[in-house]
């Protein structure tokens, strides 16, 4: 065996050069230097050990003597060098272990190869080299590694035995196989080893390529099927929208049809039904305008829709979507025509296409209006006034609308006939086929921003049942637009109003956009019910905030919806807003609005809406005609008295209907009996009527319901015993409220005297304002106690020397308890100044206040009265509750005058005080409190005697 020095170059791993091959290595910067010194220093080409590391920096027993034939600096990096290096013979290191780099090392030169291999080795070797490269070459995508490996072939079929050695070196060179097959390879001189090692690793090459292409084919195959399968589906879609053209075109025969023929089976219904949604689908994207972002954005999903498989996930989504997109009713849309596939949508779109909204050669469309709400509401004057205006305003805008519309019309019909018809508008393609680009011609619709045709933003404020929800329907009637009504109370999520995002799991468009669609109309009138009860700012956004772009005329006619992500024109919208009471509405949003205010009904009015609306409403909602029930004048007012307290109607509307319903059972029962159907025509008279008992055994209904029959239908009634309770006590005083709910009522204002040192306590939930209004009234009485004869010196503190307190001796002192029942309930306001005042001198005094007087107003320090809120709906609510004299500051005069109808006005005395002392003497009456004069010396005398009513 020959020994020579060579300078040792590691391959890095897993390289490994055989002899015969080519490789090129990368090398350091330093490595490259001492390689060019070595270049320089040797005549030829100089020879390296290129020796494989069998794991990182370990260098192997058994490696390649190799000529390095160029050492290159790559361009894109100054650092790194590649030199290439030519396989030449295999040889041994005498030493094992690792060297530096280019160090010289002994190595060993093995035997030549001189006995030839035998032949059976030979022709093994061959036939699985052979069998492997034509496997190699048909599997290969490459042209050129094909013909590559077609050569070696041919190179295998013409060498002779003794250079099959050789090459086994090439073939695993040029196979890729695996290192430690290239390592067995290149650590075997023996030719016949050799030569059987190779045929093992062809085999293995040979089974492994195989496998992969099974592989390989079983999943081009799934994917094939797949794709053929869509394929299949189009051209099915295809063959039947032909199908349904020609049958329309045949004289209406449809597809339907055809499976009653018995030629379909129900198993086709399904792909049917998708054929059908798809044709919709595809329908309502041409009905779209040309040019819009809603189109270019359906364009581009139904492309998507197209390319990915039926039955995915994302396909499910980008339909959702697609179908979303399409079903709102875009301003420049045009109207679909009705398709068989599609009646009722069609038909509901067309019904409500734009140009039958409204005639504009209606000259009589305020008489209509007004004629709408009178037919819907009763009373309500100043309302209806107010609501007149409002419709006028926005019918003005529409005719102005739609004479800027036809003016634009007839200009650009004129253009186009000057440009001769040389401009053809063309379709948004959406065949696959065509190009995906909207031609940029001249006579294209341009969209723009339409004047928005709509008055102020309504805000119809007031308690519950006040007919501000009907108010807004029959708003919707007069305008012949389609009426939506979307209730945010409880809404807590900005995403319910603008919709989630897309990439949100289930999401979905918000309650604005999904209105418009209910409505297929892109100017409905929408009802924001409750924007009170919206939820405040949180983590999940500010819905309110969401709101204010929507009533904004300045930025809804982008408004954009996270789902749809296209902007919508809110701007021939019409919005009209409710709520219960304005404190929790935020003050940007009330700034957009106009306030209507609905106060409640009287009893007169109640009586009247019940009998003209709601009965017949509740008779025909039970299946019952007028004739069948009448209710006498008494039991309908013992049904708004005894049975509801409450400024609307809700309640009343219940009521009525528990007496319909129970009479509707009576009727069935009579008829039931054999009860004939005629006999209540005719007025029989009742046994009680005529004193006589009935001899008749036939069935008997009476269709009358009278206030005694009261009892039996709706139960005992709920108000009788809270009147009952209320009765002059000392240090009682009712005042007047107006709940949360924007109802007014009475709230009584209690207070004793407790020994103790003249402190005050208040309960009752109150807030800090309402505690403040005590602590002044308490003030206010300390004050003036001495004027009042309450105290022998005006200096006396009337908590501690009062006297006639009716507890203790007169020098023990007390404490004074205020308390405003239900205490559950929180209450705040300054108006209950002047009601705890009146308790106040009462509990000290000994003076009573007569149980039906009633009073609100906020004091000062100066004993001034001053003006309170919600006047209207105060009195109305005392007089629901039998109060018969009411007390309020002076300032609120105008308010009764304005606001109180004449008929409460009549039935109730109005007392406006301008100072404490008159709202006291109004609470007592004259002369009952002992006030003190001042007489000329300044010694004051008691003249009046304190003495009480009862
Ligand atoms: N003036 C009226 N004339 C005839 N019916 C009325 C009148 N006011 C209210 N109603 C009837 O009372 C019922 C309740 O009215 P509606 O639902 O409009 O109340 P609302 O003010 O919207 O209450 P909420 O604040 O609870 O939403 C309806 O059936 C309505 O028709």
Known sequence: MATTRLPILALPHPMVLLPSARATVPVSRSLAEQLLSLIDDSDALPVVAAIPTPSEGALGEWGTASRVLRLVRPPTSSKSYVVSLQGVTRIKRKMSGNVEALSLEDVEYPAPDKIPPSKENVERFKQAAGRLLERLSRDSVQVSRKEGYAKILAMLEEVQDARTPWMADVLVGTINAEYEDRMAILSTPD????????????????????????????????LSKQQKEFFLRQQLQAIQRELQTLQRSNGGETVSNDKSSGTGSELDDDEQAEADDLAELRRRIEAMAVGSEERKMAVREWRRLKRIPQGSVENGVIRTYLEWLTSVPWPNSTPLSPSPSTASLASSSSSTSLSTAIDLKDKSFLANARAQLDADHFGLEKVKKRLIEYLAVVRLKEMNAERDRSAEEKQATEETKKEGGKAETKDVVLHEKQSPKIPASPSLPVIKRKNPIRGPILLFVGPPGTGKTSLGQSIAKSLNRPFQRISLGGVRDEAEIRGHRRTYVASGPGLIVQALRKAGRPDPVVLLD?????????????????????????????????????PIDLSQVLFICTANSLETISTPLLDRCELVQLSGYTYDEKLHIARRFLLPKQLAA????????EISEEAMLGIATRYTREAGVRSLERAVGAVVRYKAVEWAEYLEQGGDEKVIFQSEPTQEETGLPITSTSPTYHRTVLESDLEQILGISRYDESEMEREPRRGLVYGLVVTGSGEGGVMPVESIAVPGTGKLKLTGSLGDVIKESGELALSWVKRHAWELGMVDGPMDDVLRVGRGIGIGDRDAGVDVHLHLPAGAQKKDGPSAGVTMTCALVSLLTGACVSSDIAMTGEITLRGRV??????????????????????????????????????????????????????????FGKGVLGWRSEVPGGVPVRHVLIESRL
């Not at 629901?880 to 308010?895: E, G, M």
């Not at 008929?903 to 008159?918: G, K, L, N, S, W």
């Open 191 to 222: 030719a016949d080893t050799r030569l059987q090692t190779a045929t093992a690793i062809f085999l293995k090459q040979a089974s492994i390529s195989e496998v992969s292409r099974k592989i390989a084919s079983a999943v081009d195959e799934s």
């Open 530 to 566: 409750e924007i009170d009860k919206i939820g405040q700012s949180n983590f999940h956004g500010d819905p309110g905030a969401a709101l204010l772009e929507v009533l904004d005329p300045e930025q809804n006619w982008c408004f954009n919806d996270h789902y749809v992500n296209v």
């Open 622 to 629: 039970n299946g019952l005609e007028p004739y069948h029930v």
């Open 866 to 923: 001053t003006a309170v809120g919600g006047i209207k709906e105060k009195v109305l609510g005392a007089h629901r509750a039998h109060i018969h004299k009411v007390i309020l500051p002076y300032a609120n005069r105008k308010d009764v005058e304005h606001d109180v109808p004449m008929e409460i006005r009549r039935e109730m005395e109005f007392v406006y005080a301008r100072t404490v002392r008159d709202a006291l003497d109004a609470a």
